[in-house]
């Protein structure tokens, strides 16, 4: 295993996940661009249009368990073909559709096939690397960021030329190379050949995952968990008895998802109501994308060398969202929205990868908690970006004003600081005293 910390076929690997974030997720979070196109072509307001994307979320949180269900059965590569191709075929169905509800039925398709490419490119990097991690998964997040650096106008160029039909069309033959991301993911066989050294004896080494399950209620008997004990290990509700510093940073992930792809989703819409081109208010989510990925890599520079703790940089990254989405509606100047699509774009690029590490951080190290922790965290945040869509969609076909979306929005941000507060505190005071200790064995 230490042998693939020194790059080989674990950075191709890395390469492999990278793309799959462009093609995935950077498309799924610049979509908003075609909102107009399908509320003039199906008849219907701009809000319902949204509502396509706002689906998107909430199926991959929830299909995220069958996909890594499967993964455990049948491994990364074979899922991933699977997941690719399912979304390649969706995209390439979403420019046949004749009506908004056939567009929800190709955008679940999607959903599904998201969901299955996303976690085994995420899972893959665990296979290849275990020192350098953290590295790994920072350079295949960063995809996300490039995604939405280079798809909007992309996407621009494809529907001023050949229409969103067919701009759809050739976006799901580009997006046929995550076949090729998904050929790429193959099995570490020396990890493989290192877990069967370790696990020598046991007859049926396949089932070795099944074995330790039945060794362990075994112990308790022929009494069988029940499906509820069962839901209840796997999402955590354990550490939100015990931790209420937990509850408050599931709560507070929840709200802010609500806000932050809320407002992201309807920031190309918000643009072109102010009367700016679409070109140019497709450039905005790219100034978005360079945003996200000067956030990602900057804090994380800031925290190795400790200029910056987690905490600090959560909150603060959270008060800087707040603000820049309450300002989003004041001014209709393009080059103020550019300079705020960048700022919204840092703060959004802090705020995205602390929300999978704030939560192990708060119920700590105890292996039987952390798991379950992210994967809630996970689920929580697609929930609140579906709501936070549907919300926004709503309170737009509800008013007609663009600026009542953000305000709503911005109250919610400003909402998800003070529920974080007091977990922030007491985070804080533990980095102070982890400080003191370290200042002490220093001395």
């Given amino acids: 295993m230490g042998d693939t910390d020194k790059g080989g076929w674990g950075y191709v ?5 990278h793309l799959v974030q462009i093609l995935l997720m950077g498309t799924a979070g610049s979509l908003s661009i075609v909102f107009s196109e399908w509320a003039y072509d199906f008849n219907t307001s701009i809000g319902s249009a949204s509502m396509v994307l706002g689906i998107v979320p909430i199926i991959v949180g929830l299909f995220s368990p069958v996909a890594a269900a499967l993964i455990g059965r049948f491994g990364c ?20 559709v004749q009506s908004l509800e056939h567009l929800y039925y190709s955008f679940v398709m999607l959903s599904i096939g998201i969901s299955m490419s996303y976690a085994p490119s995420i899972l893959i990097l665990g296979e290849y690397f275990k020192k350098r991690i953290v590295l790994a998964n920072a350079i295949s997040f960063v995809g996300i960021a490039t995604g939405q650096l280079i798809i909007p106008p992309f996407l621009s160029f494809l529907f001023s030329t050949y229409g969103w039909r067919g701009g759809f069309f050739i976006l799901g033959a580009v997006s046929m190379h995550l076949l090729v991301s998904a050929a790429i993911f193959r099995p570490n066989r020396r990890r493989y050949k290192n877990r069967e050294h370790v696990s020598k004896g046991n007859q049926n080494l396949a089932d070795d995952g099944s074995q330790h399950l039945a060794d362990d209620s075994s112990n308790f008997g022929d009494t069988k968990p029940s499906i509820c004990a069962k839901l209840s290990k796997a999402f955590g ?51 978005f994308g360079i945003g996200g990925m000067a956030g990602r890599i900057g804090y994380g520079i800031l925290i190795d060398r400790r200029y910056l703790t987690m905490a600090s940089s959560f909150m603060m990254a959270i008060v800087m969202s707040s603000i820049e989405i309450f300002l989003i509606p004041i001014l209709d100047n393009y080059a103020f929205l550019v300079c705020l699509s960048l700022l919204f774009g840092i703060s959004s690029g802090i705020i995205s990868p602390l929300c999978m590490v704030i939560p192990r951080e708060v119920v700590g190290s105890t292996p039987d908690l952390v798991t379950p922790a992210i994967g809630l965290s996970m ?22 004003r663009y600026s009542t979306v953000y305000y709503v929005l911005g109250g919610l941000a400003t909402l998800s600081a003070l529920t974080f507060f007091p977990t922030y505190v007491t985070l804080r005071r533990r980095e102070m005293e982890e400080e003191q200790y370290e200042k002490a064995d220093n001395n």
Avoid at 382 to 399: D, E, K, M, R, W
Wanted: proline residues 4%.
């Fill in 13 to 17: 690997v890395v390469a492999g996940s």
């Fill in 77 to 96: 590569r074979p899922i991933a073909f699977i997941g690719g191709t399912i979304a390649v075929s969706a995209i390439i169905l979403s420019s046949y």
């Fill in 237 to 287: 509700i354990p550490a939100l008895c015990i931790n209420p510093h937990f509850v408050l940073t599931i709560l507070t992930i929840f709200i802010l998802s609500m806000a932050l792809f809320g407002a992201n989703t309807f920031l190309i819409p918000r643009s072109e109501n102010a009367g700016i081109q679409k070109d140019k208010s497709a450039l905005l989510m790219s100034c």
């Fill in 379 to 400: 689920l929580t945040a697609t929930g609140g970006q579906s709501i936070g869509v549907l919300l926004s969609a709503i309170i737009y076909n509800t008013t007609g």
